[in-house]
């Protein structure tokens, strides 16, 4: 539980510096604590209103609708898909799946492309991105290695980026909750831990935002990226030799 708690902190931390960053940090630790299912059942109320939050706070600083809106739609097709494939895929592999998630993210990462994504090329590749996109998040929780990079290819400037992000974060959220709970995976119980995840989260994201506007943005990919890639071999330790 202590575990758990820390790692929403931290989740909160990041949030507020850079925008994004709740599900690759705490899908993987609490899969790695209890399962795939119930990590993404409480992210839900943190996906929902954190990101709404960002979306009025940056609302005038959004990329252009018709973007947003078809990246948005194709990743709640894709979160549709992903739900019923956590439905029916077995528990280890969903959580292998969450380390092959984790793989592809640091993969991306580490390549450190330096060229810039154009808008008009953005624009055309917006839908299967999207739907790749909805995809992991329904069925692993983590949407970071297809939506994430995607914008972070564009070069955003900060304010853009944030606002963007948290657009279609809340836009696949609003899908995937009725997804989940047709599914019975978002139960009661699991609706009370999500709320009491928002509310520690949101405890940490003004911190977040006062360190994001001080610190360099790398000091938080590196925390995320030595995280990440000591749970993803847990995970992998654990589904096999368990």
């Known amino acids: 539980m202590i575990i758990a708690l820390l790692t929403l902190v931290i989740a909160g931390i990041i949030k507020g510096a850079i925008g994004s960053g709740v599900p690759v940090v705490v899908v993987p630790v609490l899969t ?8 993404i059942a409480v992210l839900v109320a943190p996906n929902l209103f954190s990101n709404a939050l960002q979306v009025w706070q940056y609302r005038h600083s959004l990329l252009p609708w018709r973007f947003l809106l078809t990246f948005a739609i194709a990743g709640g097709v894709g979160i549709v898909l992903g739900t019923w ?32 994504l154009p808008l008009s090329v953005a624009e055309r590749i917006a839908l299967p991105v999207g739907l790749l996109a909805g995809v992991l998040q329904g069925a692993a929780g983590m949407s970071a290695p297809a939506s994430v990079t995607f914008l972070n290819a564009m070069r955003l400037e900060r304010r853009v ?41 949101l405890t940490g994201m003004p911190l977040g935002a006062r360190l994001g506007k001080r610190l360099p943005h790398h000091w938080f990919d590196n925390l995320i990226m030595c995280l990440l890639a000591s749970i993803a071999l847990k995970i992998i330790i654990d589904t096999y030799w368990a």
């Open 85 to 116: 494939g956590l439905v029916v895929i077995s528990p280890d592999y969903l959580s292998l799946g969450v380390a092959g998630a984790i793989a592809m993210y640091l993969a991306i990462k580490l390549s450190k492309r330096s060229a810039t």
């Open 161 to 201: 980026f944030i606002g963007s992000i948290s657009v279609f974060f809340v836009a696949i959220t609003l899908v995937q909750i009725p997804a989940l709970l047709s599914a019975g995976i978002l139960t009661a119980e699991r609706t009370l831990y999500s709320l009491g995840a928002l509310i520690v989260i």
């Open 32 to 39: 790695m604590l209890y399962d795939v299912k119930l990590a």
